[in-house]
């Protein structure tokens, strides 16, 4: 016998049967849904008339809240509508409203496209390419007509836009005329300046006939010595040097100073190449050096070259014109004149331009010495050779750099030249008289001296007696009268030479006899 399970207290579909052990039973949907709220429809829903979705709207007319756009106008419709005959827009068509469609009832139709729409009409192919349309319109515009020549514009117009009265024309030209008269009268008159100051049929006058040079002229003599004086060209590794020399000797012999070929005996054994003044260029080689009297004599290998000729320093007096001929800077075979300001003139050189700590007894000269002309001859208005261009003093040597002539030149006696290189040429080497010491310049004011500074110890001073502090004031015949001085007259006499020295010892006169040494 069966039983009728209880509905529950809720009495309805859904209500779990049996002891409650099985999931709830939920309803199904419900079939009919609520009409829409009227305002939501009003707001949300199709306009009266409109079937689908896309459909254009039958007619222009408002659902009482939605506003319908009124139709375009008509230039707008020929400039963005569809041509005519172009058929329905993008929807679909409704049933029964174009072929291939399902009844007439306005529903959609099924298909994508309906024939003929997407292959053949771009407005309903995705897939279209953008071209530019032609305008809008069956036939093309007709050409518009060719516009007749207008009249011909004045001048007036043109310019100032016929706002100019022909009388305010005329006068402006009138203006402008006599603007260019007038610069045309002032270039006239600048030209008729001009060509008072030039003269085009000028011809200069011919000079008169040279002068002839006499026998002991600047330029006789610079003609005969120039042959004989020679360029030295310097080179050790990338460094290159120049000087002077002259040729003293049919054998070849050249003497210049020894701070000019100094580089090239050194470590560094360089190369010397001797510049004539033909051009011709000859390697030099050294012969003997000199350091304590800056002297050093070279041998060309020259077959009967021009050889200067050798005068006597000694017979110079102050005021006799001398002319130097070397190569200053590097330019070769330059003549300056001058005099001898000085003679006897002791110099110490500078230990820089020179190889040792040299001292010459120099003929100081006014004519233009520089660097270049170092080793050139200082020659007297005969021609004959009178020293050695050496040295000079000017205001950039004093503040450390190569300064110019000022008027100051230095050169060997050629008397003392003359012994060193015979001396050089024979033995290629020179010994010095040597006394011992070593002395400052020092004066009392009355007298000048050379105070002894130290004596060498076994020395020619030492063994004649002379201490520290000793003033020399007279080496053999010749008063000193500083330091320098007393090295030059000591060199005066020969090694072994027994010399009578004056000097004053604690106030007090003293005369001693030294027999010198040898350096």
Excluded: C
Excluded at 272 to 282: K, L, N, P, W
Aim: charged share 20%; no cysteine; proline share 11%.
């Amino acid at each position: 016998m069966s039983e009728t399970p209880d509905p529950g207290p809720s009495g309805g579909p859904g209500t779990p049967v049996g002891d409650g052990s099985a999931p709830p039973r939920l309803e199904p949907r419900p079939l009919e849904r609520p009409d829409p709220d009227p305002a939501d429809r009003a707001a949300f829903g199709r306009p009266d008339g409109v079937g689908s979705s896309f459909a254009p709207p039958a007619h222009a007319v408002s659902n009482g809240s939605v506003p319908v756009a009124p139709p375009p106008t008509g230039a707008v419709a020929r400039a963005f509508g569809r041509p005519d005959g172009g058929g329905t827009g993008l929807q679909r068509p409704p049933s029964g409203a174009a072929p291939g469609t399902s009844g007439g009832d306005g529903e959609q139709s099924k298909d994508a496209f309906w024939p003929g729409g997407s292959a053949d009409d771009p407005w309903r192919n995705p897939g279209a390419p953008v071209v530019a349309a032609p305008p809008h319109g069956d036939a093309d515009p007709e050409p518009a007509p060719d516009r007749p020549d207008g009249p011909r514009l004045s001048v007036r117009e043109v310019l100032f836009g016929d706002r100019v009265q022909p009388r305010a024309l005329a006068l402006l030209g009138v203006l402008a005329l006599g603007i260019g008269a007038i610069g045309g009268l002032a270039g006239h008159w600048t030209a008729s300046g001009a060509s008072a100051l030039t003269s085009p049929g000028a011809v200069l006058a011919t000079a008169e006939e040279a002068k002839e040079r006499p026998p002991g002229s600047v330029p006789d003599v610079a003609a005969r010595v120039l042959p004989s004086v020679v360029s030295l060209e310097v080179t050790v590794g990338n460094q290159a040097g120049n000087g002077s020399g002259v040729v003293i000797d049919p054998d070849g012999y050249v003497l210049t100073n020894d701070h000019v070929v100094a580089p090239a005996t050194g470590p560094g054994e360089g190369s010397i190449e001797a510049v004539f003044s033909d051009g011709s260029r000859v390697p030099a080689a050294v012969v003997g050096t000199d350091p304590l009297t800056d002297l050093a004599v070279l041998r060309v290998p020259v077959a009967n070259p021009t050889v200067a000729a050798i005068g006597r320093s000694s017979e110079l007096a102050v005021g006799d014109a001398v002319i130097a001929i070397g190569s200053p800077f590097g330019l070769a075979g330059t003549v300056t004149t001058g005099i001898v300001s000085a003679v006897d003139r002791p110099l110490r050189l500078d230990p820089e331009g020179s190889a040792g700590d040299a001292v010459i007894d120099a003929v100081q000269t006014d004519a233009a010495i520089n660097p270049g002309n170092s080793g050139g001859p200082l020659v007297d208005a005969t021609g004959a050779v009178v020293g050695i261009n050496t040295a000079i003093r000017s205001a950039g040597t004093e503040a450390g750099g190569q300064g110019g002539s000022i008027g100051l030149g230095f050169a060997v006696p050629i008397d003392d030249a003359r012994t060193i290189a015979e001396e050089l040429i024979r033995t290629g080497r020179v010994a010095h008289a040597d006394l011992g010491v070593n002395a400052r310049s020092v004066t009392d004011g009355a007298t000048d001296g050379a105070q002894v500074q130290n004596v060498t110890a076994g020395g020619p001073a030492a063994a004649a007696g002379l201490l520290e502090g000793d003033v020399v004031v007279r080496v053999g015949g010749r008063s000193i009268a500083g330091a320098d001085e007393l090295v030059v007259a000591v060199r005066e006499h020969a090694p072994g030479e027994p010399v009578p020295i004056e000097l004053v010892r604690q106030g007090r006169p003293l005369t001693v006899t030294a027999t010198l040494g040898e350096r």
